[in-house]
């Protein structure tokens, strides 16, 4: 029985750390969960950024 080596490209994902094999990960550094987890994130904080609070007259009240 012949011994065969073969090679696996892989690299460690930026986010979690965890081991890529897919082309596509690779290519982008980051696993299909973690984009994914990270695209939520992003349309998160942008939704957030237009959002107010009852409570920021008040800090501005107590200030003057």
């Given at each position: 029985m012949e011994c065969e080596t073969f090679l696996?490209?892989?690299?460690?994902c930026r986010r979690c750390g965890g081991i890529l094999t897919s082309a596509q990960?690779?290519?982008?550094?980051?696993?299909?969960?973690c984009l994914k987890k990270m695209r939520q994130?992003?349309?998160?904080?942008?939704?957030?950024?237009?959002q107010c609070s009852l409570f920021d007259g008040m800090d501005q009240a107590k200030k003057g």
């Open positions: 696996i490209t892989a690299r460690r990960g690779i290519r982008d550094g980051y696993g299909p969960c994130e992003e349309a998160r904080k942008k939704a957030m950024a237009n």
